[in-house]
């Protein structure tokens, strides 16, 4: 069973505009939310996070929201620009147990 | 420089013979991670550690084991690859495995034959 679920495989975006990535998860007793950025034959690397105490965390281009009632989180990025293309993933954590990572979301920002 | 250093980056191997992937990160870091990904399924959990000698399983422990003997290494051991291990692995820390994040190698890609 799937707790961490990123239902868009890609998404296309314009240069200059706003990035959208979704995602959702059905454990509610997950605590922290985070999100990395991956580009190909790199590891992941850490974005931006979100204690399940607030619903939103901005850092610079970067904004999360977190819907605690919908179990639901989204990852804004505006400006969007080329350098962001790359694959996004999701991941939660509960208590003590690591990081429970979504499938991930290819961003691809076009010109 | 601040960073968590897997070896080998690539390796290619039969199946059923003893191999060891080395993690080792330079940050004091209490927790670590392995992780495998693979195309469709995202990245999973195999083994993580709180601490030394406090290790437990993931998501897809079986075929690997672990050992944290101290705090900067965590190797990822496979006694008898099969196939179905084909992956690519990241070995991954955290100061507090909360909102710090983790650090991630650059990973190993396994190919077993």
């Known amino acids: 069973d799937q707790q961490v679920k990123q239902n868009s495989p890609s998404l296309s975006v314009q240069e200059g505009r706003i990035s959208i990535l979704n995602c959702d998860y059905t454990n509610s007793m997950f605590d922290y939310f985070l999100w990395y950025k991956k580009y190909p034959a790199e590891g992941p690397t850490f974005l931006i996070s979100i204690s399940s105490i607030k619903d939103k965390n901005e850092d610079g281009r970067f904004t999360v929201f977190l819907n605690k009632s919908a179990k639901h989180l989204s990852l804004h990025i505006v400006p969007s620009q080329p350098g962001d293309s790359a694959v996004y993933f999701c991941a939660a954590r509960g208590g003590a147990d690591g990081l429970t990572f979504g499938k991930g979301t290819h961003l691809i920002i076009q010109p | 420089e601040a960073q968590v250093t897997q070896n080998p980056r690539y390796l290619i191997t039969v199946t059923g013979k003893k191999l060891t992937v080395t993690c080792s990160q330079n940050m004091n870091h209490e927790y670590m991670s392995w992780y495998r990904q693979d195309p469709g399924l995202g990245l999973r959990q195999i083994y993580y550690s709180m601490n030394v000698e406090v290790t437990d399983k993931g998501d897809v422990p079986e075929g690997y084991k672990v050992s944290r003997k101290e705090k900067r290494n965590f190797p990822l051991i496979l006694e008898s690859p099969s196939p179905n291990q084909t992956s690519l692995y990241f070995c991954?820390?955290?100061?507090?495995?909360?909102?710090?994040?983790?650090?991630f190698g650059s990973g190993t890609r396994l190919t077993v034959v």
């Open positions: 991954a820390s955290s100061l507090s495995g909360g909102l710090d994040g983790y650090t």
